[in-house]
């Protein structure tokens, strides 16, 4: 759990029983003991105090310890851990009521969730309360953190589903399987840890499925420039009148964090996107600077279409820590439900922004930013999304499914380009730089100890593929 935090661990390995010598807890805040099973400990000193559940005192040391079945953790001797206990609360001192102590931990843990969400690491933050006490947890359901969690947990887990289908990424699922690749490092509980941990053709309840049997394809492959930088997409249309698309481009010339940034700011997206007539935030969520209620209106040259109205909800997630490797961003349509008006999260419906445009249902829109490059200064990106267009199929003919595409695809990259030339200087740029955020103040040194992973990992693995090919 704490190797997923993030925070710095020293470690120190020593036989069963020496978890309750104080000496070799000098100097730090709080020490696990993981006890392998086998005679043999590992001690962890952490920086922060406050982590795991008091159940008892040994000596003058509180004994923290949380239950934990088959676990393997980042970092930790690859045993199955049977369990996790902490001693701690202030290096040698005694604690003197367990009461306060209690409180202590439950804010101090809190607050930790609470700072990975709003950092977009909710999965961490998940993985975090789901070994949290009684107290701990109590104290996040009465804060509402622990609902936020959980409903972002689950889009997650939704979005992550459906984008480990995506062509591009089904790739590098056949090749972690050839060299036998798996990963320790987890996204919390029950979500796919990688793109090759979704089982193929399984049954799931993904707000990407569909019963369909038969299949309406549309594929589609431009040059963005010269320079070799291309889209590789693929359409689907549905009889119940949905359609999907999924597209990838890889090593574009543009930072993860500007990616981000021409995203987010979702008022200004209409200098990026052709057809645009209205873009707005419509509510901002506390949990973090990701969730929030959008609207985008456009007017796409579709026959006998006024326009297109979409109102939908947007979250943001840090997985760079993970095998995906990248920032995600997904969006779905609020699952409004009945009460006094139709609400989703407390936040009434919008009146429709015209009455002669027709309302878009986006069931889910997934984009996975990927940083690359020696310093991180590309990004590949793999899109997919599925939703209601409201438009017949008889309507949409290939030919013009194609050029919108094109036309869409091309003008967006320009665009982006030529506010990235200009970046800090534009409305992007000060917005970006201009006021502290978490979604990007934290950001850029994230993207710095990912590629300097990354650069020694792709060299691991050139290593395997070479002796798979030798083989």
Known sequence: VLAQVGCGFSFQRGPMGQCATPSCWQGADVVLVVESGK?????IAHESAGVGRAVSE???????????????SGGLPHQDLDVISA???????????KTDTLEALGENITAQVHKLVRELRTQEGAALLQHAGVEEQKVARDSGLLEA?????????????????????????DLAGMLHLDSERSLGPQLPTTPCSVPRGRSTTSLFSSKSTWRDLVEVEFDLDDDGHKVEAFMEFFPDGSASIQWSASELPIPVTKVMCLIHEIDLIGSLVPFIQHAACLHQFQWNDADRIVRVVSKPPIPFVAGLDA?????????????WGGMCLVECSPNWVEGDGQQWRGVPRPAPY??????????????????C??????????????????????????????????LIGKFIYQHALEVVAKFDSSE????????SSPLYDTLDQRIARFIQGTLHEDAEVAENIGGVQTA
């Open 39 to 43: 005679g043999e400990s590992s001690y």
């Open 58 to 72: 040994s000596g003058s040391h509180t004994l923290l310890q949380t239950q934990t079945s088959s676990t393997k």
């Open 87 to 97: 001693n701690g609360l202030g290096r040698s001192e005694p604690c003197s009521e």
């Open 149 to 173: 969690v959980e409903l972002q947990s689950q889009y997650l887990g939704y979005a992550l589903d459906g984008l480990a289908k995506h062509p591009g990424l089904a790739k590098e699922a």
């Open 311 to 323: 109102v939908s909800q947007r979250f943001g997630f840090d997985l760079l820590d993970s095998p």
């Open 354 to 371: 015209e009455a002669r445009l027709k309302q878009v249902d986006v069931k889910t829109m997934v984009a996975l930013g990927r940083p």
């Open 373 to 406: 490059g020696k310093l991180g200064e590309l990004t590949t990106v793999f899109f997919t999304a599925r939703g209601d267009l409201k438009v017949p199929r008889s309507m949409l003919p290939n030919w013009l499914v194609c050029n919108l595409v094109k």
């Open 428 to 435: 992007h740029g000060q917005r970006l730089h201009g006021v």
